[in-house]
């Protein structure tokens, strides 16, 4: 069973930063995508970005160029790099690995607690 413990969330300011992390158990850390998710209040949950086992990477057009996810297999962490804030981007961020079924990828780990982030002034 993959189990993931986000943390780094938080309140900041319209136009700041944040960096999360996630640590991942139970699953050949190197060797798996890894995502980020977000949950704005009534609403569903949405892909953010993901990383491949090799490195690259992908974001929906709402972040691009303002985040950026990065991995440290040696640690079993994946990151997201937060700059630019904006309101909009208040959710819960949940992270989890990502198993590539031939047509997409399936999140495959037990959700965690994830980690709130709030931007407002």
């Known amino acids: 069973q993959v189990t993931l413990v986000e943390s780094g969330g938080g309140l900041v300011q319209p136009g700041g930063s944040l960096r999360l992390s996630c640590v991942a158990s139970?699953?050949?850390?190197?060797?798996?995508?890894m995502e980020w998710y977000r949950q704005a209040p009534g609403k569903q949950r949405e892909l953010v970005a993901r990383?491949?086992?090799?490195?690259?990477?992908n974001y929906v057009d709402s972040v691009k160029g303002r985040f950026t996810i990065s991995r440290d297999n040696a640690k079993n962490t994946v990151y997201l790099q937060m700059n630019s804030l904006k309101p909009e981007d208040t959710a819960v961020y949940y992270c989890?690995?990502?198993?590539?079924?031939?047509?997409?990828?399936?999140?495959?780990?037990?959700w965690g607690q994830g980690t709130q982030v709030t931007v407002s002034s």
């Open positions: 139970g699953t050949i850390f190197s060797i798996t995508a």
């Open positions: 990383i491949s086992s090799g490195g690259s990477a």
């Open positions: 989890n690995a990502g198993r590539y079924n031939g047509v997409t990828y399936v999140p495959f780990g037990s």
